[in-house]
């Protein structure tokens, strides 16, 4: 006998990429796919085909302080550039 394969509607795979985009800081896509009684397989295809990054969760606070230091560095480098700047424009 054939096997019966299920069919998901668009809204349904769309709505289901962004609950695992919203879950993915609290759990895995493996059990975000047996919550949601999906093959794993078909979770990753949505993903890649629905994925929207607005939805995503606002990055871990350990990436987020990483991130902010680098602004910080980026911000001391610029002025020091500015100050050479300044001080190579006085001097011609």
């Known amino acids: 006998m ?3 394969r299920q069919r998901y509607s668009e809204e349904f795979k769309k709505e289901t990429v962004k609950f695992a985009q919203e879950q993915q800081q609290k ?3 493996r059990e975000i796919a047996a919550e949601l009684k999906l093959p794993l397989s078909c979770l990753h295809d949505w993903m890649t085909k629905y994925r929207e990054f607005e939805n995503e969760p606002v990055a871990a606070e ?3 302080k990483k991130l902010e230091q680098q602004l910080k ?3 001391r480098e610029l002025m020091k550039k500015d100050k ?4 190579t424009e ?3």
């Not at 050479?84 to 001080?87: F, K």
Request: proline share 0%; glycine share 6%.
């Open 2 to 4: 054939g096997e019966h």
């Open 27 to 29: 759990k895995t896509m």
């Open 62 to 64: 350990e990436r987020l």
């Open 73 to 75: 560095e980026k911000e």
């Open 84 to 87: 050479q700047l300044a001080d």
């Open 90 to 92: 006085e001097e011609l």
